[in-house]
């Protein structure tokens, strides 16, 4: 019998992954689904970053890129930055990964090892806890408050300060919250890792999705209030520019960090895909009009969602400031009973909705949120009404077994 590495045992499968494949298992059987698990836009990749991949492959852009990504979409990245989020940043300070999910993944192996800690606020997106535990340092859980947007506990972060902590993830806007902290929030965590040496790095994955207000990048935050926080910043090409199977992100942060992550891809990876590449510069310098219409599209979606959720029994839900994920509180479903079974989390939940309504969700215990359930809403508006249909006459059963 093989034996695996302690790795392999120490950290999860991703949840979210499951239930996808759990949909795509029961649509292959011909199962009428509706999935509001998925996290990705329903959109295709606009036409033009299209055109531009096509070209790529016609010119032969077909071979190995320089490891830390073409010159040319790095100085994109740069352009946008300076257009986009008013930072300054020489392409040098600049990485190309297979994907954001590996320039998170890559910025942890960089920077801990065993015996560090890392601050991570909960509910978290599920790969945040396991990246840390990769690295063989020890993920520390902070509350986060859901009648405050789901912003920091600071009375609990402060008590989980400890020497041992050598950085901290901030995630806004939010996956599975699709909340959008306050400025105020994130200058004052900056503040508190400027003070105690933290590096800090900040997943701004769903930047270009804030609907209320403007979107304020944390280097921003920290140059406009002089704080001098290091931060490392990653962003992806896949929410914004509908590109998920591209699998191109990027960071940018000190160049000896950038420097040192770049070391680790070339080992693992070589470097990101050429044709994704040379896409990616037309999406960051070409027309950006695609852009504007997914995000009034998400919205619309967002503002009939959370109506709907609203009118169901027992459930709230408050109104997120970006993304594409609504978390209402299904908390008074737990402990009842369904069909002669106690449902005792949101996971049974979850099962309960997926086989009685045939709609997929994803249950808020793996976020590290007991009670809630997440709904993605990058389906279409007949979609979101038929699949809330469903899962209210699943929760009127609810409601007749335990009156």
């Keep these: 019998m093989t034996e695996f590495a ?19 298992d029961l649509r292959a059987q011909g199962v009428d689904v509706i999935n509001f698990g998925v996290g990705q836009p329903d959109f295709n990749t606009p036409e033009n970053i299209r055109q531009a991949a096509k070209i790529a492959m016609d010119e032969g852009e077909t071979k190995y890129t320089a490891g830390s990504g073409t010159i040319e ?24 990964s297979n994907g954001e999910k590996q320039s998170l993944y890559l910025v ?19 790969s945040f806890p396991e990246f840390v535990t990769l690295s063989d340092a020890k993920p520390v859980l902070v509350n986060t408050d859901p009648k405050r947007n789901f912003e920091p506990d ?23 919250t699709g909340s959008v902290w306050t400025d105020e929030a994130i200058i004052n965590i900056l503040g508190m890792a400027k003070e105690n040496g933290w590096t800090v790095i900040s997943d701004e994955c769903y930047e270009r999705l804030v609907f209320d207000g403007e979107f304020t990048s944390a280097q921003k935050l920290s140059d406009n209030h002089r704080i001098g926080a290091n931060i490392v910043t990653c962003m992806s090409m896949s929410k914004t520019y509908a590109m998920t199977g591209w699998r191109i992100g ?7 960090i950038i420097k040192a992550m770049g070391k ?36 619309k979606r967002r503002d009939l969602m959370v109506s709907l959720l609203n009118n169901l029994p027992g459930v709230s839900c408050d109104t997120p400031g970006g993304a594409f994920y609504a978390f209402p509180d ?26 009685e309504a045939k709609v997929v969700t994803v249950p808020g215990d793996g976020f590290g949120a007991p009670g809630h359930i ?12 038929e699949g809330i249909r469903r899962v209210k006459k699943v929760l009127e059963e609810f409601e007749n077994n335990n009156n």
Aim: net charge neutral.
């Design 264 to 299: 680790i891809q070339g080992q693992a990876t070589s470097c990101a895909n050429s044709i994704g590449q040379a896409a990616s510069v037309e999406a960051l310098l070409g027309d950006q009009s695609a852009i504007e219409m997914m995000r009034n599209t998400f919205k």
């Design 73 to 96: 979409l790095r100085q994109a990245v740069c352009t946008k930055l300076k257009r986009e989020n008013e930072l300054d940043v020489s392409p040098d300070r600049v990485l190309i």
């Design 154 to 176: 600071f009375e609990d972060l402060k008590s989980k300060i400890t020497d041992r902590v050598k950085g901290i993830i901030v995630n806004s806007p939010s996956n599975p």
């Design 108 to 126: 942890c192996q960089t920077l801990f090892q065993s015996g560090d800690e890392v601050l991570i606020f909960k509910p978290y997106w599920v």
């Design 374 to 385: 997440r709904f993605s809403y990058p389906l279409g508006e007949d979609e979101i009404e």
């Design 6 to 24: 302690d790795r392999v045992h120490r950290v999860k499968p991703s949840f979210t992954l499951e239930m996808t494949s759990r949909a795509a």
């Design 250 to 256: 990027y960071a940018f942060g000190k160049k000896s």
């Design 330 to 355: 299904f908390s008074t479903y737990i402990g009842q009973s369904f069909r002669g079974e106690e449902i005792k989390d949101s996971f049974a939940l979850s099962d309960v909705i997926l086989n």
